[in-house]
């Protein structure tokens, strides 16, 4: 399990002088954000300056990080690379795949059984290449990572939206698609856009009942579930100083809800305090030696509005306990106007369920907090009026509270201790009569409230906000109670008042666990065996795609030309399909089923050119591809918008898609098509779009001299024999031109491998 101390060093070592010469080629003080990438570029010394919010810039990774779901795809993927090991430390964690009913012994169970191939499958492959992997029960990948890997000043992808929790300890951790993880495992580099800067500079100090949710709850109701795109966000301030360090985690999960890229905090006490409480006295011992360099130059922070893109300041002192949602982690209302704001809008004010968890709010301080107020409650006479349940962020944690009392104390409250793992956070709740689709409350402490999140009913009213406001509305049983201000009657009928929480930041005898459920890689996995059964309906071993034959596509039909918006969900939808995501002949069974046919007006009902019968997008993609004949999305603008979701290139690239025209592309997309080795192509003339007609026939008429800045010429031949020539637009390098003659990316990595 044990953190790379000699890669955290070599991470340190080269820091002051990247970091220096960086300094000196941007002419001015750097901000924290700027020196740790700019300490992390792919060709080693910065050379120049890059532009903000413009320039793509290849960077190298010290860590991978990838949850179950999403590490199905990402290993079968890495499995075609031919390579012996990880190429950077790489750790799985299986948190996503776990249910949350009962409790936590027997979810734990039931999952093992349900999801025993997949969990299996992940061991083994973890076993071979060199990953360390994290059982099931273990915790949350993100609380996992803060407690074990993440180090200040590092750089850090995973494929989980969450991943950006690290910045708690003062990394940039980004959330990735798995193609993006599968490139840095195999050693490759990872482009990312340098990101525009926002800086939140935090005064005063917290106290009483407000808490580090209420932060990025305010900076999300500031800023809208869009106004991160784009950008890093950094804290800094008196404030920020005076939090712990898994507080400043909080901050910088949620930083996911803003659509940040990533969010840090400066090196600081709190994070030699939990670095040290973790174990890890060796990376502060290292850390300190390039203390300055972990935190922004002294100027950025007296004179912010000169050095980031945009300033918020928020007074703690004066920051009220937020109560944010419901459906929108952007929809922020202060607990004092609650009672006004539930009335105006017809929210139900009974709170049904009360839930403390997730990879937002599971540390040792959050259990803490929350089991104050419980321990309150029980010492007043109050019986609580909503359901409560918890799901500790780790292993080492349920351990911890339970040998501190916390366990005890929440069970006496009637209390469900799950699994440690996600459990409702994804949906992996079994809530008894959510199926009712009934009208109701709840209050979480996780990161996000969409509608049918957490039980599938889109009349739940989730609200989000801090474990400790948890404890207080699921033991007051309303949405509109204010602990700050009013009070409760007990079981005995007279009038009693909660007192602030309170709480330990870090167990005050260590923490401890007997087994945290780590599995360490062979030492040499040459000889593990990965077996996947050929019967699975779950996972499949994936078959390289065929490299290009070198002659021009004839004869392709159109497959659907969509219209509107077509994200990554309408290419390749979650829900129910989510059980799919490591078998790609499965999971393509939703390929394009969310897009509406432009000649229709349908979702999933697609002109047969064979047979001359409407029938699903999957179904008739799979008779172009037995009958022989390649087929071509066409799409409208910002097409492949969305996740970074892999499969919405594989599936198409697997179905026999060969290309993808449209009038523009998300640009994570488009990537994704090239690494599938498929042609990502947009419109020389977006008026051609209303030139495609159903019955369509599709020449790529100069394939052959396929080159870099050289648009494609493709015919198409029209049920009548006419014929539109149209020009197609393409961004391929010759590095991607090789992906594509090559058959993918993969296929490439592999080949050299091979060489
Ligand atoms: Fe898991 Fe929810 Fe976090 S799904 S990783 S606990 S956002």
């Known amino acids: 399990m044990a953190f790379d101390i000699e890669m955290i060093k070599k991470v340190y070592a080269n820091m002051t002088s990247r970091v220096d010469a960086a300094r000196q080629i941007v002419g001015r003080p750097l901000t924290l954000t700027e020196k740790i990438l700019y300490n992390h570029l792919w060709e080693g010394n910065p050379t120049q300056a890059f532009k903000r919010g413009v320039d793509y810039v290849d960077f190298a990774p010290d860590r991978v990080a990838c949850q179950d779901a ?15 090991t990880v190429a950077v430390p790489t750790t799985v964690h299986c948190d996503h795949l776990i249910q ?56 850090m992808i995973g494929t989980d939206s969450h991943t950006v929790n690290a910045g708690g300890l003062g990394m ?72 712990s360090c898994t507080g400043k985690g909080t901050i910088c999960n949620m ?105 937002t709010n599971s540390s040792y301080e959050d259990m803490a907090r929350a089991a104050s107020i419980v321990n309150q409650a029980i010492e007043l ?4 009026k909503a359901e409560f349940g918890i799901n500790p962020g780790s292993e080492q944690i349920r351990y911890t509270i339970e040998r501190d009392g916390m366990i005890a104390t929440f069970e006496k409250m009637g209390t469900k201790v799950f699994t440690n793992a996600c459990g409702p956070c994804i949906g992996q709740w079994d809530r008894a009569g959510a199926d009712k689709g009934e009208k109701n409350t709840i209050v979480h402490s996780f990161n996000r409230n969409f509608s049918k999140r957490a039980d599938g009913n889109p009349n739940t009213h989730a609200f989000v906000t801090s474990p400790e406001m948890v ?92 219209f509107g918006k077509c994200t990554t969900d309408h290419i390749s939808m979650a829900g129910p399909w989510l059980r799919f995501r490591g078998h790609l002949d499965n999971i393509s069974n939703n390929m394009l089923i969310g897009a509406e046919n432009a000649f229709n007006q349908k979702a999933n009902s697609v002109k047969n050119q064979i047979t001359g019968q409407y029938d699903t997008v999957p179904a008739v993609a799979r008779e172009y591809k037995a009958a022989g004949i390649a087929s071509v999305v066409v799409g409208d603008h910002n097409y492949g918008e969305g996740s970074s979701r892999e ?59 396929f080159a870099p800045g050289k648009p494609l010429t493709l015919e198409f031949v029209h049920s009548d024999g006419s014929k539109d020539s149209i020009l197609a637009n393409h961004t391929y390098n010759d590095g991607q031109i090789g992906w594509f003659v090559a058959g993918s990316a993969l296929n490439l990595i592999a080949a050299a491998g091979k060489a």
């Open 70 to 84: 999403t590490a199905q795809m990402a290993l079968l993927q890495f499995m075609h690379a031919g390579k012996k």
């Open 100 to 155: 949350a009913k009962v409790g936590a012994s027997s979810d734990l169970a039931v999952a093992n059984t349900q999801s025993k191939e997949v969990f299996d499958f992940l061991s083994s492959v973890s076993n071979k290449y060199g990953i360390g992997f994290w059982k099931p029960g273990s915790g949350i990948i993100h609380q996992i990572v803060l407690e074990n890997y993440a180090f200040p000043g590092g750089l």
């Open 471 to 562: 404890a207080a509305l699921a033991i007051s049983g309303r949405l509109d109670f204010n602990p700050i201000t009013d009070t409760l009657i007990n079981d005995k009928g007279e009038e009693v008042k909660l007192s602030a929480p309170y709480g330990d930041e870090l167990p005050k005898k260590g923490f401890a666990v007997e087994d945290a459920g780590f599995q360490a890689p062979a030492e040499d996995g040459s000889k593990v065996q990965i077996v996947v059964s050929e019967t699975s309906d779950r996972l499949q071993l994936l078959a390289p795609f065929d490299a290009w034959d070198g002659k021009n596509i004839m004869g392709a039909k159109l497959l659907i030309k969509a």
């Open 255 to 359: 930083g996911a809800e803003i659509g940040a890229t990533t969010s840090t905090f400066g090196y600081d006490e709190s994070m030699r305090r939990y670095l040290s409480a973790t174990g890890r006295q060796d990376v502060v011992d290292a850390a300190d030696t390039v203390a300055s360099y972990l935190t922004a130059d002294p100027e950025v922070y007296t004179d912010p509005a000169t050095y980031f893109d945009q300033v918020i300041e928020i007074n703690l002192s004066e920051l009220e306990p937020h109560i944010n949602g419901p459906f929108t982690p952007d929809r922020g209302t202060p607990v004092s106007q609650m009672k006004a704001e539930a009335a105006a809008n017809g929210w139900p004010i009974k709170v049904e369920w009360g839930l403390i968890g997730s990879c």
């Open 381 to 384: 006479g109050i019986s609580p």
């Open 172 to 243: 940039l951790a980004i959330g990735v698609g798995g193609a993006d993880a599968v490139d840095v495992m195999s050693g490759m580099s990872w482009e990312l856009k340098f990101p525009k800067l926002i800086g939140v500079k935090l005064t005063g100090k917290l106290s009483g009942w407000t808490a580090p949710k209420d932060v990025i709850l305010k900076v999300a109701d500031i800023l809208s579930v869009k106004g991160g795109t784009g950008a890093i966000v950094e804290y800094f301030g008196e404030g920020a100083l005076s939090m």
């Open 647 to 705: 499969h919405a290139a594989m599936e198409p690239r697997f179905l026999g898609v060969k290309a993808v025209l449209v009038k523009s592309f998300a640009r994570i997309h488009e990537t994704n098509l090239k690494k599938q080795g498929m042609l990502g192509l947009t419109f020389a003339n977006e008026a051609d779009y209303d030139k495609i007609q159903e019955d369509d026939t599709i020449n790529f008429i100069d394939l052959v001299d």
